[in-house]
């Protein structure tokens, strides 16, 4: 979405349907001539011109996601009556900004986590949109243009706008996708509360990316309905905790990685037992 003065607002903007970015994928210049597409780690690409919207992916081949992400989160929507059909979809476990720059190309600014790099020194990166589009490996991505979220407005837009000509990075263990996305918009809540939490009586922070904060009123197109399951998103009742709440989501990748650094530590002690028992024997 590009930031105009004279774009509707207000009731007319309510009752407009909201088409996403996505959309227009067929038109979509992701490049200037001659240029390679590449990744900036960190540093920008260039001076953000518009905001296109959120973007939300889900990779169908990711380990991670097959094996862990995914399965918390059907756990956390269906025990809150949020679930789903067998046939549908996957989820989005990734989500950042779709942005085009001066020069005219589009990018994503996403927060990453992958390597030690992204892990504590500098998370965000700067991946040409075709980039992005070629890690879904058979899953999807889609573009929701910033004012379909709640208590978003052009003002707020601008804002994130100036805020990605300006930004400062932090390591993935400092932050996720999802609570960049929102430091970007203000340090405004754009992701729901854990839903199971909620049913519970108590707010618990999951930094879940498929569980946008929609307003109630928009419709968007026909395949990001189906790909977010909108018509259940919008029903979602207002967090309850801050932007700087402990993060559920957050703090399970942190268990995971450290989990994964004690096994490596302990497979390598015992290697060297057996190795040096080996060599007395000899």
């Known amino acids: 979405m590009r930031v105009k003065e004279g774009r509707p607002s207000g009731k007319e903007t309510e009752k ?20 390679p597409a590449r990744v900036d780690r960190g540093s920008s690409a260039g001076r953000v011109i518009e905001l296109r919207g959120i973007i939300f992916q889900s990779d169908n081949h990711s380990v991670l996601g097959a094996w862990l992400i995914r399965p918390i989160q059907m756990f956390d929507r269906r025990l809150a009556g949020l679930g789903k059909s067998v046939f549908g979809p996957p989820l989005a476990m990734h989500v950042g900004l779709h942005v085009v720059i001066e020069d005219g190309r589009e ?3 996403e927060q990453l986590f992958g390597t030690p790099w992204h892990a504590f020194v500098d998370g965000v990166n700067w991946t040409p949109l075709e980039v992005f589009r070629a890690r879904d490996r058979g899953g ?3 573009t929701v243009p910033a004012f379909a979220f709640r208590k978003i407005d052009d003002r707020i837009i601008k804002e994130a706008i100036e805020f990605l000509n300006s930004i400062q990075s932090r390591p993935y263990f400092g932050e996720d996708c999802p609570t960049f996305v929102e430091r970007a918009f203000g340090r405004r809540r754009l992701f729901a509360d854990s839903p199971t939490a909620r049913w519970l009586g108590f707010g618990v922070r999951i930094g879940d990316p498929a569980l946008p904060l929609l307003r109630p009123e928009v419709r968007l197109d026909r395949r990001a309905e189906r790909l977010l399951r909108a018509w259940s998103l919008r029903t979602l009742p207002d ?22 650094f004690l096994l490596t530590g302990l497979l390598f002690g015992l290697l060297r037992q057996r190795g040096g028992i080996q060599g007395a024997k000899g």
């Open 16 to 35: 407009a349907n909201i088409v996403t970015a996505d959309s227009a994928r067929a038109r979509t210049a992701t490049q200037t001539a001659g240029r």
């Open 239 to 260: 967090p309850i905790t801050s932007w700087n709440a402990p993060n559920a989501r957050f703090l399970l990748h942190r268990m995971i990685l450290l989990g994964g």
């Open 140 to 142: 999807w991505d889609v």
């Open 107 to 109: 990018f994503v600014v």
